[in-house]
């Protein structure tokens, strides 16, 4: 078992980790709230790519992943 020093080091830094990461998260999000507010509304209209195309991504991103973790899984999974 570690002494208590090493135990209450780890308890500082888990707890000194989650508050920066709380803090950081809530100032990023108050960042994006007011660049919302200041940038005037405009309609934010998604790219016009087409069934096709989305299907074909999907198709390629599929095969891609399929050849580059095939050899891993089949190696597990014997």
Not at 1 to 17: C, D, F, N, T, Y
Not at 36 to 43: G, L, T, V, W
């Amino acid at each position: 078992m570690a002494s208590i020093l090493a135990q209450e080091r780890l308890l500082g830094a888990v707890l000194g980790s989650a508050f920066a990461g709380v803090m950081i998260f809530e100032q990023r999000r108050d960042i994006y709230k007011t660049i919302a507010q200041n940038q005037p509304k405009s309609e934010m209209k998604e790219p016009n790519c087409g069934n096709k195309s989305r299907f074909e991504f999907g198709h390629y991103w599929n095969k891609a992943v399929d050849q580059t973790f095939g050899p891993a899984i089949q190696m597990l999974s014997s």
